[in-house]
């Protein structure tokens, strides 16, 4: 999905999850970006999973969001630092694959429990060996979709 039509479906109350390990360098984009969000005025409850994300979802449903974004690394084949706008069902029925196998499970579990909508901000990481740091890349576009959350979901 294109950013505009991402943009326009983000509705109510929103919630913005972010996944990362922030020992393996561009996997911790989604803790990344969340953070760098806490420090801004927007309309949305902010979580910060970091690699388990299971143990928030009781959390996560507690706030009964009408929206709920994910974002994480995923690994797609592309181009360092790409960026795809995916529903829930992008992620739960293709070969898209998450580096955390358990968010498919996250999302049916709190589809269960909850009507929302489930969105996943994925970037393509470049490097995510244990010990390193977030690449200029990936922080680059971060940066970017940090702006972007903020324009949408301003006070």
């Known amino acids: 999905m294109e950013l505009n039509e991402f943009l326009k479906q983000i509705k109510g109350r929103v919630l913005i999850a972010g996944i990362g390990n922030p020992l393996r360098g561009d996997d911790a984009v989604g803790s990344y970006i969340v953070k760098a969000l806490s420090n801004e005025k927007i309309n949305a409850i902010l979580i910060d999973c970091e690699d388990k994300p299971e143990r928030f979802i009781d959390k996560i449903i507690q706030h009964k969001p009408d929206t709920v974004i994910f974002i994480d690394a ?3 084949n592309h181009e360092p630092a790409a960026v795809v706008f995916l529903k829930e069902e992008n992620l739960l029925h293709t070969g898209i694959s998450s580096h955390q196998s358990n968010l498919k499970m996250c999302i049916e579990y709190i589809r269960s429990k909850i009507k929302t909508e489930i ?11 244990f010990g390193k740091s ?4 990936v922080l680059g576009v971060a940066e970017i979709l940090k702006n972007i959350l903020i324009q949408a979901l301003k006070k």
């Open 74 to 76: 995923v690994h797609m």
């Open 134 to 137: 977030v690449s200029e890349k």
């Open 119 to 129: 969105f996943i901000i994925g970037i393509q990481p470049e490097n995510t060996d």
